[in-house]
């Protein structure tokens, strides 16, 4: 929940920004001369590619959501068995040990998106972030050919 909450507040001060950002933008394109005008359109392309970063984002997010919804509901998410450090962190022997185990599974079965699930969810327990995102984006487009069961 804490989660969903920073994710909504940042978003939320992001396309205020945006839409700051874009009305100077506008701002500049209509003061006319050549120099505000370029600066304009290039004032007004950062709020788009910024929505647009925006919006893949919560795109993955969702998705990944789902997985984990489902595989919850099949009872197939992973147990935190991490051992953790009295501050609270993950000790990096217990998540090697975790993230070789998920990486074996995944091996053995390269097709299966809930075999990438764990093992996104190992590598961001590793604290390797680009490759949990790509785990994930690799389990996202498995389960997305996923044939239909009748």
């Avoid at 910024?50 to 919804?69: D, E, I, M, S």
């Avoid at 299966?112 to 490759?131: E, G, I, K, N, S």
Wanted: charged share 25%; proline share 4%.
């Amino acid at each position: 929940m804490r989660a969903k909450l920073t994710y909504t507040v940042t978003a939320a001060v992001l396309v205020f920004y945006f839409v700051l950002a874009g009305s100077r933008g506008v701002l500049l394109i209509r003061h006319g001369t050549l120099l505000t005008v370029t600066f304009g359109v290039a004032v007004l392309i950062l709020p788009a590619i910024g929505v647009w970063f925006l919006w893949k984002n919560t795109q993955f997010v969702r998705r990944a959501n789902a997985l984990a919804a489902e595989l919850d509901a099949e009872g197939g998410l992973p147990v935190d068995e991490l051992v953790r450090t009295p501050s609270g962190r993950i000790d990096r022997a217990s998540a090697d040990a975790v993230f070789a185990r998920r990486r074996e599974e995944t091996e053995d079965a390269p097709d299966d998106w809930r075999c990438w699930f764990r093992l996104a969810v190992a590598y961001q327990d590793a604290r390797d972030t680009p490759r949990a995102r790509k785990a994930m984006q690799r389990a996202i487009a498995l389960h997305a050919d996923k044939p239909v069961r009748a």
